[in-house]
């Protein structure tokens, strides 16, 4: 079974950076398209990252502020978030799943990013 180990968040200041890590085990017979969801309590997780069959998703809350980095493609990937913002506090989740495929099958743990004014 893969396992997600993420690393990094905690809490900063409203324009503060914070960097976050994922490295995926048990992962040697499958080729692993990683991401990153976060979800705020009482809404639904979204997707905010990721990267797929040469393709480099960020969604508009986050474009031009967070940025994916595949330190091993498909093994250690990390999520650089800079200029944080209030409405960035969530419970952010490193995600994985078959290459090309479609459902994000595997999490992380979940790790909490806190921002304040």
């Known amino acids: 079974q893969v396992r997600l180990t993420e690393s990094g968040g905690g809490s900063v200041q409203a324009g503060g950076s914070l960097r976050l890590s994922c490295e995926a085990s048990n992962a040697a017979h499958v080729r692993l398209a990683m991401g990153w969801h976060r979800q705020v309590p009482g809404k639904e997780r979204e997707v905010i990252a990721y990267?797929?069959?040469?393709?480099?998703f960020y969604a508009d809350s986050v474009k031009g502020r967070f940025t994916m980095s595949a330190d091993n493609p498909g093994v250690t990937e990390s999520l650089q978030m800079n200029n944080l913002q209030l409405d960035d506090t969530a419970i952010y989740y490193c995600?994985?799943?078959?290459?090309?495929?479609?459902?994000?099958?595997?999490w992380g743990q979940g790790t909490q990013v806190t921002v304040s004014s």
């Open positions: 995600a994985a799943r078959p290459r090309g495929s479609g459902a994000w099958s595997y």
């Open positions: 990267f797929d069959a040469g393709t480099t």
